[in-house]
């Protein structure tokens, strides 16, 4: 969707490097979820974030909302094989119900 | 496990015939949802329902596409005439109410030949 970028589209990477993805929304933010995709899977939920300035973390992994700009940043810190798939976030914009628009996701690969 | 299931895990059809896919949601949760993906693309809206009540449908969900939940539990998507067009992976989620994390199924795959 227009309404939500996502960058990179993908991402190749050496096992125990560092690596950050963006998501950018064109409208106001009432909630944004980070979720994960195994390639041919359902999702995962990662995090949700609500309140500008909000930073969440799981394991290795942080995800922070700036509410100003409109745009989270997830971060994985020491990547591991298990932290290969797709990145999806998705935007619950003010106004449109609590249905989900995704961005067209980020696919991560590990190298070994 | 008490997650969110669909059934089938994969359909594949032939162009013209009828398909009905099944999603239970995960207990108590009043809300659910039904998403479509395709290739390269994130999850795209498609329905979703308050209980029994159907609230809301996108305007990919044509005339051919119905949603049941007819109990407030299970709901149905059954997907009438299929073309080509329709082959993606029917998702479904649901909720504990409105604002809360939606917990996605394994969804469904469909191919149609």
């Known amino acids: 969707s227009q309404e939500l970028e996502q960058s990179p589209q993908s991402l190749i990477v050496q096992e125990g490097k560092n690596l950050t993805i963006n998501c950018t929304s064109s409208k106001t933010l009432y909630g944004l979820y980070w979720y994960k995709q195994k390639y041919g899977e359902g999702l995962i939920f990662l995090m949700m974030l609500q309140k500008g300035g909000e930073e969440k973390s799981h394991e290795k992994i942080t995800a922070k909302l700036d509410e100003k700009k409109q745009q989270s940043s997830l971060h994985i810190t020491a990547s591991q094989p298990s932290h290969a798939g797709i990145y999806l976030c998705?935007?619950?914009?003010?106004?449109?119900?609590?249905?989900?628009?995704f961005g067209k996701g980020t696919r991560l690969h590990i190298l070994p | 496990d008490t997650g969110v299931s669909q059934d089938p895990r994969h359909k594949i059809t032939k162009r013209g015939q009828n398909v009905t896919f099944r999603c239970d949601p995960i207990s108590e949760h009043n809300r659910l949802y039904w998403y479509r993906q395709t290739l390269g693309q994130g999850p795209e809206f498609l329905t979703y329902?308050?209980?029994?009540?159907?609230?809301?449908k996108s305007r990919l969900l044509s005339d051919r596409f119905s949603a049941e939940r007819p109990k407030g539990s299970f709901s149905t998507l059954e997907i009438q005439r299929t073309e080509q067009g329709d082959s993606a992976m029917y998702l479904c989620?649901?909720?504990?109410?409105?604002?809360?994390?939606?917990?996605f199924g394994p969804g469904t795959r469909l191919l149609v030949l």
């Open positions: 329902f308050q209980n029994e009540a159907q609230l809301e």
């Open positions: 989620a649901s909720s504990l109410m409105r604002g809360e994390t939606q917990y």
């Open positions: 998705g935007a619950d914009h003010m106004n449109r119900d609590d249905k989900i628009i």
